[in-house]
């Protein structure tokens, strides 16, 4: 039992900070991604260039859905119907307005 608590307390830890630092660590990892990915486009490098990019583009998305899921704030419509969640906020972020 020591066992199983010694190895949960790290994964608790290392899951918290990703919950808090995961989305901008993975945004500037995506941005990175884009700069050595137009670095290898300019050297010629067509394939690994589409690669790279790839993964930036990956990287975005999991920043960007930490991001929500961590502040739960579904700001578009379409969002908020694909996750089953109440719109909050003012309606220029996509949110229909109510009759008065």
Do not use: K, N
């Amino acid at each position: 039992m020591t066992a199983v608590a010694q190895a949960i307390g790290p994964l608790l830890f290392a899951a918290l900070i990703v919950w808090y630092l995961g989305g901008p660590l993975l945004r500037l990892a995506a941005v990175s991604c884009f700069v050595c990915s137009a670095g290898l486009l300019a050297l010629g490098d067509v394939t690994s260039s589409a690669g790279v990019a790839g993964c930036g583009l990956l990287c975005w998305a999991g920043g960007q859905l930490l991001y929500r899921a961590r502040r739960g704030r579904w700001r578009t419509a379409r969002a908020a119907r694909l996750l089953g969640r109440e719109i909050s906020g003012s309606s220029h972020y996509g949110a229909a307005r109510r009759p008065a």
